[in-house]
C-alpha cells in the first residue's frame, strides 16, 4: 500500500496549514511536524507547543519532529511529550541543511558524527517506549556519511528512516542522487521513506517505477506547489486523472480556507508573510509570470495584496 506523508517544512506546515490540507484532499493524513528544540525537563514547556495540541490536529496521524545533539535532553524532552499529549512516535531531524543549525551541529551538522548520532539512538530506543524515526541526508558533505550512519543504525529498533538523497551542502540545488539512494536503501534494515523532488504526478511515477520496494513517499515542496497532488498521483494510478477544469475552482476553495485560518491565528500581517513565501510556490501552479510573482510580492497592504492574489488564481492558467 503506497502512503504519502506530508514533510516538514519550518515555519510552514504548521498545524493551520496541516488542516486546511486535510479538509480539501484525501490522501494525506500522516505527518512528520516542523521541528522543536529538545530541552532538559527542568527547562521544558511543552504546552506552550500549540502545534502539538492534539486538539489542533484532529484526523492526523502526527510525529513530532524533535532537534539537537544531548541525549538526556531528548529523553527527556520524548518523556514531556508522551505525559503531556500522549505522542509515541517520535521523529529526529538530522537533515536540515541551515547553517545556523548545522553550525550548532544540530540537524545536518551532526551526520559526520556517528558516535554523537549512536549515542542519542541508543538513549531513546533504549529508555523509552516510543517509536523513534530519523530523517536524514546522504550526509553534510560526503554522501560516505550516510553509510556509515545506516550502517551503526541497523543495530536499533528504528520505526523507519526518511532519506533525502541530497548532501546538506547542496541545500536544495541540483537533483536528488538516485544511485546513492538506491545504495542506501539496499544497505538499511529499517524502511526507507523516500524525500526529494517529487513535484508532479510524472516525477512520482518515475521514481516509484524505479524503486517498486519504496511503499512510504514524503511530499512537501511539491504540495506546497499543488496541494492536491498527492490526490492526483493516486487518480492517475486509479485510472482517474484529474480534472483540469475543475482544479482552478478547487484551488480557490483552498485558498480561501487558507487565508481565513491563517488570519484565525496570525493576524493579518502574519498572514501576509507566511502567504508571500507560500506564493513563490503557488505561482508555480498557476503559471504566473516571474514578473507578475515579483510584482504582487512587492504589495505591502494586506486587503490589496489579498484581493490581488485571489485574481491572479482567477485569471491563472492551470
Partial sequence: MTTFWLAPLHGITLYPFRNCLLRHTTEIKTAVTPFFPIQETAKLNVKKWKDLWPENNAGWELVPQLIGNKAADFVDTVHALHEEFGYTRFNWNIGCPMQQIVRKRRGCGLMPHPDLVEEVTAAVTSHTDCKFSIKMRLGLTDAAESAELIRRLNHYPLDFIVLHPRLGVQQYEGVPDLELFAERLGESRHEIIYSGDINT?????????????????????????????????????????????????????????????????????????????????????????????????????CSTFFGKSKQHILNGNL
Avoid at 234 to 256: H, I
Avoid at 268 to 279: A, C, I, M, P, Q
Fill in 201 to 301: 504526478v510524472a516525477d512520482f511515477q518515475r521514481l516509484q517505477q524505479r524503486f517498486p520496494m519504496v511503499h512510504q513517499w514524503m511530499l512537501g515542496r511539491g504540495i506546497l506547489r499543488n496541494p492536491f497532488l498527492a490526490d492526483e498521483i493516486v487518480g492517475t494510478v486509479s485510472g482517474e486523472p484529474a480534472n483540469e477544469s475543475q482544479r482552478k475552482e478547487k484551488f480557490l476553495l483552498y485558498y480561501d480556507d487558507l487565508l481565513n485560518s491563517l488570519l484565525e491565528v496570525r493576524g493579518e500581517y502574519g498572514t501576509l508573510t507566511n502567504l508571500k513565501e507560500l506564493w513563490h510556490y503557488f505561482a508555480h501552479f498557476i503559471h504566473l509570470s516571474k514578473d507578475e510573482l515579483q510584482q504582487l510580492l512587492r504589495v505591502t497592504d
